[in-house]
């Protein structure tokens, strides 16, 4: 049993065991956590196309969700928790993935303006990521995740 370790002619390396070549990706839920959890963090900054992705973008648009006197809100399903994060929170996998969806997105593209366009987009591709891959099998998204799209 040899693990060995090649290097292709793109400069790829690849690990091989018994002929047969490993590949190692983490799982869906883990990564959407580590999204958030740099997206939240102080000491991170992020850029697209000359624009911030910033985690203030969603939080002043649930402060200005949750002012009184709005009625309606365009976020129902994010709460306090969502937001301020604590140890316990940043390992939760369903706050991950409420702040990081379609409808946050969709949200932020109508009330976050121009600065909050590259977040929108961000929080998309995220949002698209995790619904590609944490399904069962190849159908299993086609045919039962969001199906009113």
């Known amino acids: 049993m040899v693990l060995a370790l090649y290097t292709h002619q793109q400069g790829c390396e690849s690990f091989h065991f018994e002929n047969r070549q490993l590949l190692f990706f983490s799982d ?3 990564l959407v956590k580590t999204a958030r959890n740099c997206l939240a963090s102080s000491k991170r900054s992020l850029w697209c196309n000359g624009k911030s992705i910033s ?5 002043a648009l649930y402060e200005n969700d949750r002012r009184p006197g709005v009625g309606l809100t365009l976020l129902p399903k994010l709460k306090y928790e969502h937001l301020h994060l604590t140890s316990f929170s940043k390992m ?3 706050l991950a993935a409420q702040v990081l969806s379609e409808s946050v997105s969709k949200a932020l593209t109508l009330r976050g303006g121009d600065e909050a366009k590259e977040t929108a987009h961000f929080v998309l591709m995220i949002d698209k990521f995790f619904d590609c891959l944490n ?3 190849f159908t299993h998204g086609i045919h039962t995740a969001k199906p009113f799209q």
Request: charged share 20%; hydrophobic share 30%.
């Open 28 to 30: 869906p839920p883990h």
């Open 55 to 59: 985690w203030h973008h969603i939080t």
């Open 92 to 94: 939760r996998v369903d």
């Open 135 to 137: 399904v069962r099998n």
